[in-house]
């Protein structure tokens, strides 16, 4: 089973996260995406995206969770890249039966994102509007992998996040 990481971080050199997460799954020999370096103007080259995704298996969307939704770019590439006619529609069928991963870094911790914490809101919750797009697609989505608390992991706790990462990956 083929998987490809689309990594949405518009500053990598500046991550914590997103940089150690993006490089052990390289290291495993996992194809990464750096999305906002492959369009620093934003101009998606819509046909390449999506020949990527008609040759790949399991796509994982890797992301910074930014004002408790995706960093623009990756709206923005989900607006051009499923199309009508091939995302969904009466002969949209390319991404029928393919698996689809969220992976995402969030600043805040876990506790946060319970229904009496800061926010009152589940991240499960917040990931609903990108699960929606299953009904139209056909896409198959799995268990998001979370990293919460970021502003204060130590390195340890962010290699123990890396692996578990390559871990579930790996996992047919
Ligand atoms: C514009 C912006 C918006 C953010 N919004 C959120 C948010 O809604 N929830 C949250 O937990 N963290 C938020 N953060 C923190 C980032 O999610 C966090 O810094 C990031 O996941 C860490 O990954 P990195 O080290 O790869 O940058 C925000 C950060 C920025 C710059």
Redesign the pocket.
Known sequence: MKTTILLF?P??H??????VLAKAAQAAGIEVRDIYSQYPAGQIDVKKEQAVLETTDRIVFQF??????TPSLMKEWLDQVLEYGWAYGSTGNALQGKKVILAV????GAE?YTADGRFHVTTQELLKPLETIKYHTGLVFEEPFVV?G??NLSEEALSDAANSYIARLSQA
Not at 14 to 19: F, L
Not at 64 to 69: F, L, N, R, T
Not at 105 to 108: D, L, R, W
């Open positions: 971080h500053d990598l500046a991550s914590r996260a997103n940089k910074p969770m930014y004002w408790y939704a870094t969030q600043g805040a946060d919460s970021v502003l």
